[in-house]
C-alpha cells in the first residue's frame, strides 16, 4: 500500500463548530473519509464567537498562543485551540483559530440585523490566511497538500507561491482549491490588496488583480496546482460560459486541464433514516408506514393537518436567488391551488421572508413557515416529507437533493450543475425524481404537476421511493478522486 498523504484541510466553516451551508457539511465529511482511508487530515477553521467550547470540547495548546500575524500595518494576534471530529469512521483533529477582534461574531460572514457582509471581512480573511501560514511551521506537522475551499481561503495559494515561496517547510507543499460556488468571488478594493502583504508585482490581470478589485478567488484560481469543483457538470459550466463562469470562465477555460469535477459525496451517519437519532421515527425502504409517522409529526410541528392524500413538499435553504425562489415565488398562487401542503425552513433574504409570510396569511391552512438554522427541523422535513424542492437558478452541487434520496423524499429539481448530474426524470420504471431544464416557472409548475400526478398512484410512487432510496452517494468513490489528483500533482516538480 502505497504511503498515506497529509493533508491541511482550511475552511471558513464546518459542522459542529459552525454552518451556513454545504460546505460545512463537505468540509465535516470530507476530511473524516480521507482519514479512514489511511491519510492524515488537519482542519483548520476559525472560532466564530457562538461556538460553545465545553460542549465541542474545544481546548487550548500553550505552545500555539499568542502568534503574530501580519495584516497591513498591524500584528494581530492568534490563539489557535484545538478539538477533534469523532466518529465510528475515526478522528480528526480540528484547529479553530481564536482572534475576538475578527471572530467574535455571531454569524461567519454577514452581519445577522442587516444581512451585509462584515465592513471588515477583507481583514477578517486576509487575518485567517495569513494565520494560517504563519502556523504551519508550529505544528510540528508538515501537509503534503493545502486543500482550500472557496474564497475566503483563496490567498493561501498565492502565499505560498510568492512571501513564504522560500520557507523550508513549503518546499514542496501543493495546493488545491475547491470551488463551492463562484458567485462568491471575495472582492474588495486595491487598499486590501496592500493589507494581504502579497507583493506588488502580482497586482495586474496576470495576478490577482480582477477589474481594478481584489479578488481571492482570482488568487486562487491562478495560484493553486490544481483547482476542483463539486460536480462535474458544474465544471463544464463554469469553464464554459459566462452566465455560470461569473466572470472567471475566461481564467477557469486558460486552467482548464487543471479543474477537475468531483461530485460532494453524503455523510450516511448523519444523513440517514434508518440511524436518523434527530427524527420520532427511523425507517428503511420496506418500513414506509414509518416515513408517514415521521409526516405527521412534520405536519403537528408545522400546525397542518395530517393527511396521508395530501403531499407535502419540503424545502431547507438559504433564501437566495441562486436557489430559484423568484420562481417559486411566481407559482405559488398556481401551487396553492393543488391538494399540497408546502413546507419551507430557511433563511437570507428578507423580501422572500416577506412574500412566503404573505403566502401563509392567505393559506394557513397549507404552510408551514420557519425562518432561521434549525438542523433538528431540517431532519424532520427530510423525513417527513413527499417532495423536495430544489428549483436552482444554479447549483455547483447541491446536497439536500441527495439527502432527500436517501429519505424517499422525491426531489423536483431543475436540470443544473449537480442537480443534473444526481437526478434523472422518472419514468417507466427508471429515473429518481422530477427534472426541468429551462430557467422559467412554467417549467417548474408542470414538473410539480407531473410529481403530483405520480403521487396518486400510490404503487408508482412507492417503487418511485424505493428506487430513490436506494441511491448510495457515499463519500469513498469522490474521496479516491481527491487522493488520486493529490497525488498526481505531488508528482509535478
Ligand atoms: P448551499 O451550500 O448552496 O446552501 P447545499 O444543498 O449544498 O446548498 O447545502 C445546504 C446545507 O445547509 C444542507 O445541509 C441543508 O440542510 C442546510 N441548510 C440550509 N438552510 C438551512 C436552515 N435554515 N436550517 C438548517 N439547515 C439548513
Ligand atoms: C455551495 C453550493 C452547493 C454545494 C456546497 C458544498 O454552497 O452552493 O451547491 O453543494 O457548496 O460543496
Not at 482550511?10 to 451551508?21: F, R
Not at 491519510?39 to 502568534?67: C, F, M, Q, S
Not at 440517514?272 to 405527521?296: A, C, G, H, M, V
Amino acid at each position: 500500500m502505497s504511503k498515506g498523504l497529509n493533508i491541511l484541510f482550511c475552511t471558513s466553516e464546518v459542522t459542529p463548530y459552525s454552518k451556513t451551508g454545504g460546505l460545512a457539511d463537505v468540509s465535516n465529511s470530507l476530511p473524516q473519509e480521507l482519514n479512514a482511508a489511511g491519510h492524515a487530515v488537519r482542519i483548520i477553521t476559525p472560532k466564530y464567537g457562538p461556538i460553545d467550547e465545553r460542549r465541542l470540547r474545544i481546548y487550548e495548546i500553550k505552545r500555539l498562543t499568542n502568534i503574530e500575524v501580519p495584516v497591513g500595518n498591524k500584528i494581530a494576534i492568534c490563539n489557535i485551540k484545538s478539538s477533534f471530529i469523532v466518529s465510528p469512521k475515526g478522528k480528526v483533529q480540528v484547529f479553530l483559530i481564536e482572534n475576538s477582534e475578527y471572530f467574535n461574531k455571531e454569524s461567519p460572514y454577514i452581519e445577522a440585523k442587516t444581512g451585509k457582509d462584515y465592513s471588515n471581512n477583507d481583514e477578517r480573511f486576509i487575518f485567517f490566511n495569513r494565520a494560517i501560514m504563519q502556523v504551519l511551521g508550529l505544528l510540528g506537522w508538515q501537509p503534503d497538500v493545502i486543500h482550500c475551499n472557496d474564497w475566503q481561503t483563496g490567498l493561501i495559494p498565492a502565499y505560498i507561491k510568492t512571501i513564504y515561496a522560500k520557507d523550508s517547510l513549503l518546499q514542496n507543499v501543493k495546493s488545491v482549491f475547491t470551488i463551492h460556488n463562484i458567485a462568491f468571488q471575495g472582492l474588495f478594493p486595491h487598499e486590501s490588496f496592500l493589507k494581504s502583504g502579497l507583493p506588488e508585482n502580482i497586482w495586474n490581470d496576470d495576478g490577482v488583480e480582477y477589474y481594478n478589485k481584489f479578488s481571492f478567488l482570482k488568487s486562487a484560481l491562478i495560484y493553486s496546482d490544481a483547482i476542483t469543483t463539486v460536480s462535474e457538470n458544474y465544471a463544464n459550466e463554469i469553464a464554459t460560459t459566462h452566465e455560470y463562469g461569473m466572470g472567471f470562465e475566461g481564467i477557469l477555460k486558460k486552467r482548464r486541464k487543471d479543474l477537475y469535477g468531483i461530485l460532494n459525496g453524503v455523510d450516511y451517519s448523519v444523513w440517514n433514516p434508518e440511524r436518523d437519532s434527530t427524527t420520532p421515527f427511523r425507517y428503511t425502504s420496506k418500513e414506509l408506514p414509518l416515513k408517514r409517522e415521521n409526516k405527521k409529526a412534520l405536519c403537528k410541528k408545522f400546525g397542518l393537518e395530517f393527511n396521508a392524500e395530501i403531499p407535502v413538499i419540503g424545502i431547507i435553504s438559504r433564501l437566495s436567488d441562486q436557489k430559484g425562489f423568484d420562481i417559486i415565488q411566481q407559482i405559488m398562487p398556481q401551487l396553492m391551488k393543488e391538494d399540497v401542503y408546502f413546507i419551507l425552513l430557511g433563511s437570507g433574504d428578507k423580501t422572500y421572508q416577506k412574500f412566503f409570510e404573505s403566502v401563509k396569511k392567505k393559506n394557513p391552512k397549507k404552510v408551514g413557515l420557519h425562518f432561521g438554522f434549525s438542523e433538528e427541523l431540517a431532519h424532520l422535513i427530510e423525513a417527513g416529507s413527499d417532495m423536495y424542492l430544489m428549483p436552482s437558478k444554479y447549483e455547483p452541487c447541491g446536497l439536500n437533493q441527495m439527502y432527500s434520496l436517501k429519505y424517499g423524499t422525491i426531489p423536483i429539481v431543475r436540470a443544473t450543475g449537480g442537480l443534473a448530474d444526481t437526478i434523472s426524470e422518472y419514468k417507466n420504471g427508471t429515473g429518481n425524481g422530477f427534472v426541468f431544464d429551462k430557467y422559467d416557472s412554467g417549467e417548474l409548475m408542470k414538473a410539480v404537476k407531473r410529481a403530483l400526478k405520480l403521487y396518486k398512484n400510490r404503487e408508482e410512487w412507492i417503487k418511485l421511493i424505493r428506487i430513490a432510496m436506494s441511491y448510495d452517494y457515499s463519500w469513498e468513490v469522490s474521496a479516491r478522486k481527491y487522493v488520486d489528483l493529490y497525488r498526481s500533482i505531488m508528482k509535478k516538480a
